[in-house]
């Protein structure tokens, strides 16, 4: 059973920044694909970063050089850093881990339980 629990999320005005932090127990975090999903309201659930296979990433072309997903295996720990945030970053974000088909948000089972962004203009 894979445990996740994030962290880190609150309000900030719009250019700032923030770090979400997410701590993995029970399993080694090297053998799984890390993620982050974000949620906001009425919207479907949708990828924000992946990391997996020992340092390969994606993120959605709406964060792409604002947001860094990286990881601390010794640590069982996986962040999210995020600069320079805007009013549609405002979701609940989630944690996620699963095995296989990494790029494949279908390969995401194992979930936190969210922690809130919000970002006010």
């Known amino acids: 059973q894979v445990r996740l629990v994030e962290s880190g999320g609150g309000s900030v005005q719009a250019g700032g920044s923030l770090t979400l932090s997410c701590v993995a127990s029970?399993?080694?975090?090297?053998?799984?694909?890390m993620a982050w999903f974000r949620q906001a309201p009425g919207k479907e659930r949708s990828g924000v970063a992946f990391i997996y296979d020992e340092g390969w990433t994606w993120y959605a072309d709406s964060v792409k050089g604002r947001f860094t997903i990286s990881q601390d295996n010794a640590k069982k720990m996986m962040y999210l850093q995020m600069n320079n945030l805007k009013p549609e970053d405002t979701a609940m974000y989630y944690c996620?881990?699963?095995?296989?088909?990494?790029?494949?948000?279908?390969?995401?089972?194992?979930w936190g339980q969210g922690t809130q962004v919000t970002v006010s203009s």
């Open positions: 029970e399993y080694r975090q090297s053998e799984y694909c």
């Open positions: 996620a881990a699963g095995r296989g088909d990494c790029p494949a948000p279908r390969t995401y089972n194992f």
